[in-house]
């Protein structure tokens, strides 16, 4: 997973307990790895993505899902038990997607993209694209759902 550290920089990272999803830039970029935090060993790669992966989050909901954006436009879920992917979402045209979030009940992501400006919206069980929300004069680069309230913050 690591194996030229010269060219290779971690992009962005979750950690759920035991368990560290790490994404990295370089010439791996469509790569993304799990890691036990106790023993510093990668157990699981994900090389399903076609283009850089440049976000991932973890639902908080069990099982566990790890859900990333790419810029070849899709939203992918992966089950951490099976280490599989279980469902690939796509917007309704052709976009880079920038940046994810995931509700706290782990049943909807949201992702932001660069051009256009939208964040797209789906179900993560159906993988049914919900909403597009437009009317941003500029890239989404990042997302949050509120923990206590129903809302959605975008920058």
């Excluded at 973890?58 to 990333?68: A, D, G, H, I, W």
């Excluded at 790419?70 to 940046?99: E, P, W």
């Excluded at 009940?105 to 597009?132: F, K, R």
């Excluded at 009317?135 to 129903?150: D, E, Q, R, T, Y």
């Amino acid at each position: 997973f690591f194996k030229d550290t010269a060219t290779t920089e971690i992009y962005t990272e979750q950690i759920v307990g035991s368990v560290r999803c790490v994404q990295e830039t370089g010439i791996n970029a469509e790569y993304m790895g799990l890691w036990d935090t106790n023993t510093y060993l990668c157990f699981a790669t994900f090389s399903d993505h076609e283009a850089q992966v440049t976000d991932v989050k973890f639902t908080s909901k069990t099982p566990m899902t790890l859900l990333s954006c790419s810029l070849d436009g899709t939203v992918r879920a992966y089950d951490v038990t099976r280490y599989r992917n279980f469902r690939i979402m796509k917007a309704d045209v052709a976009v880079q997607l920038k940046c994810l979030a995931v509700d706290p009940s782990g049943e909807i992501v949201c992702a932001g993209s660069h051009e256009p400006y939208n964040i797209y919206v789906w179900n993560i069980q159906t993988g049914n694209l919900i909403d597009v929300i437009g009317g941003h004069n500029g890239p989404i680069s990042c997302l949050a759902f509120s923990p206590s309230l129903l809302s959605l913050i975008h920058i």
